[in-house]
């Protein structure tokens, strides 16, 4: 059986298990009562913790005694000592990439104020346990450095920890709270998103072997786990969410289209990739954004596969977009006798809430007639620029501009005008071809 009918029948198994079987539940030793984490202003407690001096950090109970002393709560006490964690403790990116051995006790880690994840998880969990708080040590399987959409985590390779505030047990990553790596360096920057992370997200990410740690009363297998995409921090910090994601399997097979939607909440700006071999696939990707969803429409110019990477940013923001989602895609389907992609869109698109009613299709054909429809709200003119030749749309109401432009062997752009200058801002771009495939 393939890896792709095996990651359905196990998704249907899970459907029919969740509406008509009996949930397992956890250990007796995990309290039923899992919850997510409350929004709390951290400042206070964070500033302390930030500012240990040398003198308190020279033993784990000295330390201890230090980050907890001014808790107000369990839960403060918790924060303290994973933002103390975060900060003074550098992840030894040499011994992981090298496979060498070196002291993660915690008393080790305190010593060199760096470790791979199981220094973390056991610094984190000594210190819990001397500041008084029932904490454990989780070993299981991540998504992390080198995962790539549609792989399998074959064997155990991350350690992470769980926390009990005022009954309830809490997931928490100091190693991935930290930083990250990128290339072979290790970059130190705090993720708020791995303190207290929500079970039901934890699990996108992180497997542990023990089931009862997933906090979950409907745990996973880790057939589904590796079937499961895996979303990047962002996806989740600009409001996205997963449960109403179309696709969820991280390996697709289509033939030579698809469509995945999901819902979104502020404004963003989007960017979709299609990659085969390595190499952008250009005018094969788009994405709708109406009525609070955004569709990512992805078509493939020949059979092979290929990854999809989506990208976004809030609305208006400067940088480069994060990426938040990749796909694996098997196409089987065959080339068409004409390309029809998708064109390409530029932020002032999104961040305009605009709309796309015609062309959609990314390949036009020289010397044809196409009508242009488009929705741009706020614009005073708009214009299908062919070459240097300004097509005029007109203005229909309810920002709605149409008209028709011969497209010639030059590059098809669609702007706008504010009125407020001159200048057109480029919001489409359209790929012209004299006939067959290009």
Same mark, same amino acid.
């Given at each position: ?102 002291? #993660?006790? %915690? !008393?080790?880690?305190?010593? $060199?104020?760096?470790? @791979? ?5 056991? +610094?984190?969990?000594? *210190? ?68 207290? #992370?929500? %079970? !039901?997200?934890?699990?996108? $990410?992180?497997?542990? @072997? ?5 906090? +979950?009363?409907?745990? *996973? ?68 954004? #109406? ?17 999809? +990477? ?129």
């Amino acid at each position: 059986m393939s890896y792709f009918n095996k990651c359905f029948l196990l998704f249907m198994f899970l459907f029919l298990y969740a509406v008509l079987g009996e949930h397992p539940v956890l250990a007796k030793e995990t309290p039923d009562d899992v919850r997510t984490a409350a929004p709390y202003d951290y400042t206070a407690i964070d500033g302390h913790a930030l500012n240990a001096s040398p003198s308190v950090e020279r033993s784990l109970d000295s330390l201890a005694a230090y980050l907890t002393a001014p808790a107000k709560n369990d839960r403060e006490k918790v924060r303290a000592i994973f933002r103390w964690i975060t900060s003074r403790v550098s992840y030894d990116a040499k011994s992981f990439l090298s496979g060498s051995r070196t002291d #993660t006790t %915690p !008393e080790g880690v305190l010593r $060199s104020r760096s470790a @791979v994840c199981s220094g973390y998880a056991g +610094l984190f969990q000594a *210190l819990a346990q001397r500041g008084g708080l029932e904490c454990a040590t989780i070993r299981g399987y991540a998504k992390g450095y080198g995962y790539a959409a549609g792989h399998t985590v074959g064997k155990v390779n991350h350690d992470w920890n769980a926390v009990n505030i005022d009954g309830s047990w809490y997931l928490l990553d100091s190693t991935w709270g930290a930083g990250s790596l990128s290339g072979k360096t290790f970059v130190q920057k705090f993720k708020e998103f791995f303190f207290l #992370t929500p %079970p !039901e997200i934890m699990i996108l $990410s992180h497997f542990p @072997v023990d089931t009862r740690w997933q906090l +979950l009363q409907k745990p *996973l297998s880790k057939a589904i786990f590796d079937c499961l995409a895996k979303p990047a921090t962002d996806f989740f910090r600009l409001g996205l969410d997963w449960e109403s994601l179309s696709h969820k399997d991280s390996l697709l097979r289509v033939k030579d289209r698809v469509d995945i939607t999901l819902a979104t909440g502020i404004p963003l700006e989007y960017m979709a990739r299609l990659k085969k071999n390595g190499k952008d696939v250009p005018f094969s990707t788009f994405v709708e954004t #109406t009525g609070g969803k955004a569709t990512i429409h992805a078509e493939f110019p020949d059979s092979g596969m290929y990854e999809l +990477l989506l990208f976004a940013k809030p609305a208006g923001m400067s940088g480069s977009d994060p990426e938040l989602l990749s796909y694996s895609i098997q196409a089987d389907g065959t080339a068409p006798e004409e390309p029809k992609g998708f064109p390409v869109a530029y932020g002032a698109f999104y961040s305009n809430g605009g709309e796309l009613y015609s062309p959609k299709q990314g390949n036009l054909k020289n010397g044809e007639v196409y009508p242009f429809r488009v929705k741009i709200p706020g614009a005073k003119k708009v214009a299908v620029i062919v070459g240097k030749l300004f097509v005029f749309l007109k203005n229909t109401g309810n920002d709605v501009f149409e008209g028709t432009a011969k497209v010639s062997n030059e590059s098809v752009m669609v702007s706008y005008n504010t009125g407020s200058s001159n200048n057109y801002i480029g919001i489409l771009k359209y790929n012209v071809f004299q006939s067959g495939l290009q």
